[in-house]
């Protein structure tokens, strides 16, 4: 009687492919890595944050996330082990519970998925540990230090009420604040101003109760959004625009100053999507770095790169 022949168990397995996330308020970006540590495929999905695991309906959102990330990776291949960096996770359990979540959407074994600080994977994009102090502005804005003993330091990155100066949300909300403030001086002055035109633009209406709506009833990264809007204005040579770009750079280098101050001072890398709305911002970072002749490079990171290499390390044939 034939029989079946049985694999080898011997034989070495193919080593599945390592899946990396970068996740923020605004989007999720993804890669994948093979063992050599080469780019495989990569890609975007709406937003993860760890703040969506403290409620009913973010949790909800996290689940359906968590469907069209495994609709847009699998295709590519099954990952062999998950390395993210997530926007607003605190304690250890946020991370196992992230974790767990991704892992079973995408038939990873939870023991080789990993989730933490999203400012993790950014800074080892930038540096070794010990090297420098990251400063990343996007929809909100932090400074990370990771020591030479592996230990994550931080200024900043306290959310958009008691902290994120100089990012993506602040820029836009004391951009609408000023908008108002002269409207309360001078009602319908607001089409002088190319700053007002430009944010009432993108919010659809010039009246209080399309700013209200948008603001307190929008999401933390839709209303960061609006920073475009304000680099529009700059770009058009309005004045309260560019005063406002070049404070948010001032208001950025506040963070690794503070870090200096605790450690020493390093090489300083700036990336974020915040610091491309325009140079002004850069031009303000750097002149308050300037008097303590601190090294400044500007450089826009692909963490979810060298999440994906993290991860194919981790990952098992």
């Given at each position: 009687?034939?029989?079946?022949?049985?694999?080898?168990?011997?034989?070495?397995?193919?080593?599945?492919?390592?899946?990396?996330?970068?996740?923020?308020?605004?989007?999720?970006?993804?890669?994948?890595?093979?063992?050599?540590?080469?780019?495989?495929a990569e890609g975007s999905v709406p937003g993860i944050s760890g703040l969506q695991l403290a409620s009913g309906a973010g949790r909800v959102q996290l689940a359906q996330t968590s469907q069209l990330l495994a609709e847009a990776v699998l295709p590519h291949g099954r990952?062999?082990?998950?390395?993210?960096?997530?926007?607003?996770?605190?304690?250890?359990?946020?991370?196992?519970?992230?974790?767990?979540?991704?892992?079973?959407?995408?038939?990873?074994?939870?023991?080789?998925?990993?989730?933490?600080s999203d400012m993790d994977i950014a800074y080892r994009a930038a540096?070794?540990?010990?090297?420098?102090?990251?400063?990343?502005?996007?929809?909100?804005?932090?400074?990370?230090?990771?020591?030479?003993?592996?230990?994550?330091?931080?200024?900043?990155?306290?959310?958009?009420?008691?902290?994120?100066?100089g990012s993506g949300y602040w820029i836009a909300r004391e951009a609408l604040a000023a908008v108002w403030r002269a409207e309360d001086e001078a009602p319908d002055s607001w089409p002088?101003?190319?700053?007002?035109?430009?944010?009432?633009?993108?919010?659809?209406?010039?009246?209080?109760?399309?700013?209200?709506?948008?603001?307190y009833g929008g999401e933390r990264g839709a209303i960061g959004q609006l920073a475009l809007a304000v680099a529009a204005a700059a770009h058009e040579g309005d004045a309260q625009a560019?005063?406002?770009?070049?404070?948010?750079?001032?208001?950025?280098?506040?963070?690794?100053?503070?870090?200096?101050?605790r450690f020493g001072p390093r090489p300083v890398v700036a990336a974020g999507r915040a610091l491309l709305l325009h140079p002004l911002i850069h031009e303000g970072l750097a002149a308050a770095l300037a008097p303590l002749g601190i090294e400044l490079r500007l450089q826009q990171l692909e963490?979810?790169?060298?999440?994906?290499?993290?991860a194919a390390r981790r990952s098992s044939p």
């Open positions: 009687m034939l029989t079946a022949a049985r694999p080898d168990s011997r034989l070495p397995r193919p080593h599945r492919p390592g899946l990396g996330l970068d996740a923020g308020g605004t989007q999720t970006r993804w890669a994948l890595s093979d063992a050599d540590g080469q780019l495989v990952p062999g082990a998950l390395y993210g960096g997530i926007t607003g996770l605190g304690e250890a359990s946020a991370g196992l519970a992230m974790a767990e979540q991704l892992a079973n959407a995408l038939g990873i074994a939870p023991r080789l998925a990993h989730c933490g540096f070794e540990p010990g090297e420098g102090y990251l400063v990343y502005a996007g929809t909100g804005a932090i400074a990370a230090f990771i020591d030479a003993q592996g230990d994550m330091q931080r200024a900043g990155g306290r959310g958009p009420i008691l902290g994120d100066e002088q101003s190319a700053l007002a035109r430009h944010l009432f633009a993108a919010l659809g209406g010039s009246d209080w109760a399309s700013s209200r709506a948008f603001v560019q005063a406002l770009l070049r404070r948010a750079g001032q208001e950025l280098a506040r963070l690794p100053l503070a870090l200096a101050r963490p979810h790169k060298t999440a994906a290499q993290l």
